[in-house]
């Protein structure tokens, strides 16, 4: 553990004198008088009970104590600095810190991002992705603004606010060409879907709920789980490269402009699909940019649901 001893301004007359070599030269640049510069450096070698500079008329060169000091020091500051300014820029609400799951990264959420920096082009957004409990912890500790996604029924939820956005169908989905293709719902019966491997959520999530919910009212869980992963790339291309029956909400489905499109199977995995939202944290009120994103999600949502071929395969 650091020393108490060591304060901010040892560190930063350490490192101004030697970046310029001169106690006239760093004393002019902090805007402090040479002799109380001087005794700041004095002081810091007292503390560490060692030389950092050697005084010479051509000025001051580090030991090699300083060296080893400058090295640990330097990246300190500057990060220490770098985290002073997104302070700055977070409280004027010009970065904003979503949580976003994977059920809303394919099509939703870029679309409404993407209107949002129409308006606001000086917003910076920082993305965490991940589950639903993680996202909606780091949301409850302040450490994020807000998060998006299907995740009304996470028990997470508890003490934070939830606002619906619209109702989402998990589906199954194959690649083109796959045996099911074709087939009518009454013929994919459960022991019929489970000749084929599965790409499904991971255990504990919100999606994952749903699924064994489905399998519950089949009477049967799948043999062969082949993937448990919420990377829509991984699961994209696997099922695309394989039999796999991949289970996912449908906006996480979409492709991308040019990409190989999905096969939807008409299996009715929920009666009316689920509810996609926003989370925030009522007792932290909401920067200009972060309530700015809530409108825009809000709108986005709107137009989704006035257009609805903004989610078709």
């Known amino acids: 553990m650091m020393s108490s001893r060591i304060k901010l301004r040892h560190l930063s007359a350490f490192q101004e004198v030697a970046r310029r070599r001169s106690l006239v030269k760093a004393a002019h640049a902090l805007s402090i008088s040479q002799p109380a510069l001087s005794k700041t450096i004095r002081e810091l070698e007292e503390i560490l009970d060692t030389s950092l500079f050697e005084r ?3 000025g001051m060169a580090l030991t090699s104590a300083g060296l080893a000091l400058l090295r ?13 300014k997104a302070v700055g820029q977070i409280a004027r609400g010009r970065v904003v810190r979503l949580g976003a799951l994977s059920s809303v990264e394919a099509g939703f959420l870029p679309r409404a991002l993407v209107a949002l920096h129409r308006a606001w ?5 920082q993305v965490t992705t991940g589950p639903s409990a993680f996202l909606l912890s780091r949301l409850r ?6 998060v998006v996604g299907r995740m009304s029924d ?9 606002e619906h956005l619209y109702y989402e169908p998990l589906v199954m989905v194959v690649r083109p060409g796959h045996p099911l293709v074709g087939m009518a719902e009454a013929e994919l019966t459960a022991t019929v879907l489970n000749d084929f491997p599965w790409v499904v ?9 749903r699924v064994e919910q489905f399998w519950v009212e089949q009477g049967a869980a799948p ?6 992963t919420l990377s829509l790339p991984l699961s994209r291309r696997y099922c695309l490269d394989s039999d796999a029956l991949w289970l996912a909400p449908l906006d996480a489905i979409s492709p991308a402009p040019g990409a190989t499109p999905l096969c939807r199977l008409p299996v009715t995995l929920e ?9 925030i944290n009522s007792s932290l009120p909401l920067t200009a940019g972060a309530e700015a994103l809530r409108r825009f999600l809000c709108q986005q949502a709107l137009a989704d649901t006035d257009d609805t071929s903004a989610l078709d395969l």
């Open 154 to 162: 996470a028990r997470e939820i508890r003490d934070l606010s939830f």
């Open 72 to 84: 640990h020091a330097g990246p300190a500051l500057s990060s220490l600095e770098e985290g002073v």
């Open 121 to 125: 082009p000086e917003l910076r957004l």
């Open 271 to 279: 009666s009316r699909g689920g509810s996609v939202g926003l989370c």
């Open 201 to 209: 959520p991971p255990v504990g999530t919100t999606l994952r709920e």
């Open 56 to 58: 010479s008329p051509q």
């Open 223 to 228: 043999t062969r789980i082949m993937l448990e």
């Open 141 to 146: 500790q302040g450490e994020l603004d807000l």
